[in-house]
């Protein structure tokens, strides 16, 4: 396991020491698994780490996927880690993501306030920023080879069963939080779904040796 850097904003690091990986089922564990070895694979070669979280609209779970797995490869200390999301169509980052993100510690600042709204997402103060707004999979800002692929709901797995260029395609869904706007639940529910990504990707990158 590496060592944790200490330099990420507080109170995503009090969210962090929070997250209880036992609560993760074993069948769970076993679709991580794929992805704890690629990443392992890429550290132990010296190659650069690229992740690509897709999703339908690219507006919810694959962009709380895409935050939490650049900050906390940053908090494992594992160096060459770029995360990537995108959708099989563009819509716009949902406002509550970007909420619940804030929420958790993350500073966020509405660069474009258009229908796509784009945002600055940091974690850190001298790392550059997470570029969040919502683009289809092949759009020029993600990679287009040597990455992997991970699938984060049901539509886009099976819309997509091969993604051009991925040189790995993960299926690791996740429920969809849109089911609770409108709700009393919301804050909750999209609190609850990011605490689980960020669990599971903390799972993951806690397993690496470098």
Not at 17 to 46: E, G, Y
Not at 49 to 66: D, Y
Not at 192 to 201: C, D, F, H, M, Y
Request: overall charge negative; aromatic content about 10%.
């Amino acid at each position: 396991m590496t060592t944790t850097d200490p330099t990420l904003f507080s109170e995503i690091e009090e969210v962090i020491k929070k997250l209880n990986p036992q609560t993760i089922s074993d069948d769970r564990k076993a679709v991580l698994q794929s992805l704890t070895d690629f990443v392992q694979k890429k550290v132990s070669n010296n190659q650069e780490i690229r992740i690509n979280f897709i999703c339908t609209h690219n507006s919810r779970r694959s962009h709380l996927a895409q935050v939490w797995a650049q900050a906390l490869a940053y908090y494992f200390n594992i160096k060459n880690v770029f995360c990537y999301s995108g959708g099989t169509e563009s819509t716009a980052l949902f406002p509550m993501i970007a909420k619940t993100l804030e929420n958790s510690g993350f500073e966020i600042k509405t660069i474009s306030n258009e229908d796509n709204p784009v945002y600055s997402i940091k974690y850190t103060a001298n790392e550059h920023p997470v570029i969040g707004f919502s683009k289809k999979l092949d759009d020029d800002f993600n990679p287009k080879s040597g990455f992997v692929a991970i699938m984060t709901c049901d539509s886009a797995n099976e819309a997509c069963p091969f993604v051009p260029g991925a040189e790995k395609r993960i299926p690791l869904t996740f429920e969809d939080p849109k089911a609770f706007d409108d709700t009393p639940q919301q804050a909750n529910k999209y609190n609850e779904r990011s605490v689980q990504i960020a669990t599971e990707l903390f799972y993951v990158f806690s397993q690496i040796n470098s």
